[in-house]
């Protein structure tokens, strides 16, 4: 399992942005993992907890969005694929050779956190 | 002061950027020392090590050639292969279950790149993790032993979905265990479309010139 590794890495990425916007801490934040990242999205959301403890993403809400494999077809287009049949047209069975979607591992968005009166 | 709503940033940012961008500095290390670096991932014991050992002997004299190989614990296989003559550097990895480019980047000045042609990446057995870790290999091979199952391409696709070449291993075994080589080889296209396949036995040496073929970077 990586999913810690993953997450101490979007802590890194989300810290940088919290300085960024001068905000000490986030209430909330969304990451964007698709079919093929390798990535469980469960694991990930039971990692994040311990990995953000005493950062600015302590007690954040995590929300993992999962995005579907897309690949084309030579005579569908745009297809949305299903990760245990691999790259394959599920209309036709044509290779769709490379991944239109659904390999990234990508902070989406943050939500910046109200100052408590005590930062102020 | 007075409250305002909670501000939303849009970010949209590759969560594995920093080693993203360690990975590019490991390729142009390796550009510039003219070093072809290949990263050998798989599941534990699908064959990494004893390829290399293979390899190291076969080509001895031929190509210049040194490993860095990860481990979650032990030096066993630094010194397995450093019984080659060739130079073989351990990454402990402790806990984590992958190389990234960091590790790699921490092991590159024991090496004299400017003289090596060739620098083999060993991988830590694990069909999962390394996927996601550009290490800043030249390529990327991942190996499946004829004895863990057809399906395993299917199961791991983001580990085949990234492979430059897949590597059959043990195929001295296949008919003692009943090895489907067409099944084997439909999953792994499935997972990676016109990927190529080499079939070898570390054991017997079948198959092996495709495989230094590609070592050489003459494709596979
Ligand atoms: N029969 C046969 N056995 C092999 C072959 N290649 C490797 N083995 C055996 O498979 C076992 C594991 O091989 P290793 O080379 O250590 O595998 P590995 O992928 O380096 O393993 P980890 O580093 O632990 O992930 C050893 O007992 C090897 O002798 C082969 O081509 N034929
Ligand atoms: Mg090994
Ligand atoms: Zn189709």
Redesign the interface.
């Given at each position: 399992?990586?999913e810690a590794?993953?997450a101490l890495?979007?802590i890194?990425?989300?810290s940088e942005?919290l300085r960024e916007?001068g905000?000490a801490r986030a209430?909330a934040l969304t990451?964007r993992v698709g079919a093929?990242?390798?990535?469980v999205p469960e694991a990930l959301t039971a990692a994040f907890p311990a990995c953000a403890a005493g950062t600015g993403l302590e007690g954040a809400r995590l929300s993992v969005v999962t995005v579907p494999g897309v690949g084309d077809c030579p005579a569908h287009g745009r297809v949305t694929l299903d990760?245990?049949?691999?790259?394959?047209c599920p209309s036709c069975g044509a290779?769709?050779?490379t991944?239109v979607q659904g390999?990234?591992?990508?902070?989406?968005?943050?939500?910046?956190?109200?100052?408590d009166l005590e930062d102020? | 002061m007075t409250a305002t709503n909670p501000r939303i940033v849009t970010v949209r940012q590759n969560i594995l950027k920093a080693n993203d961008h360690t990975a590019a500095e490991n390729r142009a290390a390796f550009a510039a020392a003219g070093v072809r670096a290949i990263n050998l991932a798989s599941s534990p014991g699908a064959g990494k090590t004893a390829l290399l050992e293979r390899t190291l002997r076969d080509l001895a004299g031929q190509v210049s050639m040194a490993v860095a190989v990860g481990d979650l614990a032990t030096e066993n296989d630094a010194a397995r292969l450093r019984q080659h003559g060739a130079q073989a550097e351990q990454i402990v990895t402790g806990t984590v279950c992958h190389l990234d480019a960091a590790m790699v980047q921490g092991v590159l000045p024991r090496f004299d790149l400017a003289g090596l042609e060739v620098l083999f990446l060993e991988n830590v057995g694990n069909l999962v993790c390394p996927s996601s870790y550009d290490l800043g290999e030249a390529a990327r091979a991942v190996l499946i032993s004829t004895t863990e199952g057809e399906d395993k391409p299917l199961k791991y696709p983001t580990m085949f979905n990234t492979a430059d070449v897949v590597v059959i291993t043990k195929m001295d075994l296949a008919d003692a265990v009943g090895f489907d080589r067409d099944l084997c080889r439909e999953n792994i296209d499935r997972a990676r479309p016109g990927v190529p396949v080499i079939e070898l036995s570390s054991r017997s040496g079948a198959g092996l010139d495709a495989w230094f073929a590609f070592v050489r970077g003459q494709g596979a």
């Open positions: 399992m990586h590794s993953i890495s979007l890194d990425v989300a942005v916007h905000a209430s990451v093929w990242s390798s990535v990760v245990t049949r691999g790259l394959r290779p769709t050779p991944l390999d990234e591992l990508e902070l989406d968005e943050i939500e910046l956190a109200e100052p102020v | -």
